[in-house]
């Protein structure tokens, strides 16, 4: 078995010590070598070519982010970031993953208490997930901005969910749609206190409105509404349209925000007016509530492999003939759309095209 080559950058030795007792003790991975900053692990990296990077962003010499943005330039490789500003600087963090960087954690706060071991379990998941990653120079939007659709009916809905890389990747599907596309309702596996930020940068790029949503919240024409991290959000029919309901109940999936819980709620209360998309990320949630919707009469759809940096979910989906369209990353704006103006197909079981 090929272990997992880790190669870890922080200026703090006792994290670079710590980070390596966790790594080294996995049977399937190793700290290859470790670097106090970005100029010494550049040329660590040219040696010992490793699978994935840890990387701090505070640090001497150069930014972490800088030093990332360099990285995926010119050497395109997984990094998970593992910072204290990935706590104090969500900003620093959506920054970090617009750059190309898989995922985040924070370092563990031992002054607080924190549990060493379930954040060393954290850490070596997501270097899993990191490690089976697509890396590569994915680059602007393909599309021009979409005009002149017209919704058909004001109680259409558009669900997407989305996990690893799916920060960059609604960044892509959202940036081209027009003002008047229907309701948009989001579940991105992210953390409580991210997705404010992450939801307010895709409002100052995109041409629809783009908030975190609220308890009770209508769902309304030209705005897309994200699930807080750590609550679930389902939609509920209210007269001629939908309102937003959010809970704290368990994780579903090991998730919440889960995008199973968010599908399903839309299956029951839209069907066939509803069009959804399943996104990147790691794992089998959103897979069965895709496939109901899509017996409820929505069009599906799953994100294409090969523009996927993790095909999991897509590809759960997929085996279930949940989607009935796979897309490519930058025709899935497009694609929903269309759906909206053609008479919607019921679930049949037939075999999924590539668009």
Not at 71 to 89: A, D, E, H, Q, Y
Not at 314 to 332: F, G, H, S
């Given at each position: 078995?090929?272990?997992?080559?880790?190669?870890?950058?922080?200026?703090?030795?006792?994290?670079?010590?710590?980070?390596?007792?966790?790594?080294?003790?996995?049977?399937?991975?190793?700290?290859?070598?470790?670097?106090?900053?970005?100029?010494?692990?550049?040329e660590m990296i040219k040696q010992l070519n490793p699978d994935?990077?840890?990387?701090?962003?505070?640090?001497?010499?150069?930014?972490?982010l800088e030093f990332l943005s360099r990285l995926m330039r010119?050497?395109?490789?997984?990094?998970?970031?593992?910072?204290s500003m990935t706590t104090r600087g969500s900003k620093a963090?959506?920054?970090?993953?617009?750059?190309?960087?898989?995922?985040?954690?924070?370092?563990?706060?031992?002054?607080?208490?924190?549990?060493?071991?379930?954040?060393?379990?954290?850490?070596?998941?997501?270097?899993?997930?990191?490690?089976?990653?697509?890396?590569?120079?994915?680059?602007?939007?393909?599309?021009?901005?979409?005009?002149?659709?017209?919704?058909?009916?004001?109680?259409?809905?558009?669900?997407?969910?989305?996990?690893?890389?799916?920060?960059?990747?609604?960044?892509?599907?959202?940036?081209?749609?027009?003002?008047?596309?229907?309701?948009?309702?989001?579940?991105?596996?992210?953390?409580?206190?991210?997705?404010?930020?992450?939801?307010?940068?895709?409002?100052?790029?995109?041409?629809?409105?783009?908030?975190?949503?609220?308890?009770?919240?209508?769902?309304?024409?030209?705005?897309?509404?994200?699930?807080?991290?750590?609550?679930?959000?389902?939609?509920?029919?209210?007269?001629?349209?939908?309102?937003?309901?959010?809970?704290?109940?368990?994780?579903?999936?090991?998730?919440?925000?889960?995008?199973?819980?968010?599908?399903?709620?839309?299956?029951?209360?839209?069907?066939?007016?509803?069009?959804?998309?399943?996104?990147?990320?790691?794992?089998?949630?959103?897979?069965?509530?895709?496939?109901?919707?899509?017996?409820?009469?929505?069009?599906?759809?799953?994100?294409?492999?090969?523009?996927?940096?993790?095909?999991?979910?897509?590809?759960?989906?997929?085996?279930?003939?949940?989607?009935?369209?796979?897309?490519?990353?930058?025709?899935?704006?497009?694609?929903?759309?269309?759906?909206?103006?053609?008479?919607?197909?019921?679930?049949?079981?037939?075999?999924?095209?590539?668009?």
């Amino acid at each position: 078995m090929n272990r997992i080559r880790v190669l870890t950058v922080d200026d703090s030795a006792l994290m670079r010590n710590i980070l390596s007792a966790v790594i080294n003790q996995q049977p399937d991975m190793e700290v290859v070598g470790t670097a106090p900053d970005p100029l010494i692990a550049r040329e660590m990296i040219k040696q010992l070519n490793p699978d994935v990077l840890t990387l701090d962003i505070d640090m001497p010499k150069m930014n972490g982010l800088e030093f990332l943005s360099r990285l995926m330039r010119l050497r395109p490789m997984p990094v998970v970031m593992i910072s204290s500003m990935t706590t104090r600087g969500s900003k620093a963090t959506l920054a970090a993953l617009e750059h190309g960087a898989v995922d985040f954690l924070p370092k563990p706060d031992q002054r607080a208490g924190g549990d060493l071991e379930h954040w060393g379990a954290m850490v070596v998941d997501k270097l899993r997930i990191a490690a089976r990653a697509k890396i590569g120079r994915l680059g602007e939007n393909q599309q021009p901005m979409l005009r002149g659709f017209v919704p058909v009916n004001p109680q259409n809905i558009m669900a997407i969910g989305s996990s690893t890389g799916g920060t960059e990747a609604l960044r892509r599907v959202l940036m081209p749609l027009p003002p008047n596309v229907p309701g948009i309702v989001i579940a991105q596996h992210m953390p409580a206190g991210f997705t404010r930020s992450f939801a307010q940068r895709l409002d100052s790029l995109c041409q629809i409105s783009v908030h975190e949503a609220q308890d009770g919240e209508p769902v309304h024409s030209g705005v897309a509404l994200i699930a807080p991290g750590d609550k679930h959000m389902e939609i509920v029919r209210q007269g001629k349209g939908y309102v937003v309901s959010l809970n704290d109940t368990a994780p579903v999936n090991r998730h919440r925000p889960s995008v199973d819980v968010l599908f399903n709620s839309v299956a029951k209360q839209a069907g066939k007016l509803a069009s959804a998309a399943i996104l990147t990320g790691m794992g089998n949630d959103g897979a069965h509530g895709l496939l109901a919707l899509r017996k409820a009469g929505a069009f599906t759809l799953a994100q294409s492999e090969a523009t996927c940096v993790v095909f999991g979910m897509p590809r759960e989906a997929i085996a279930l003939e949940a989607a009935q369209d796979i897309v490519d990353l930058d025709n899935i704006s497009l694609r929903l759309l269309e759906s909206f103006t053609h008479n919607k197909t019921r679930y049949s079981g037939e075999n999924t095209n590539v668009r």
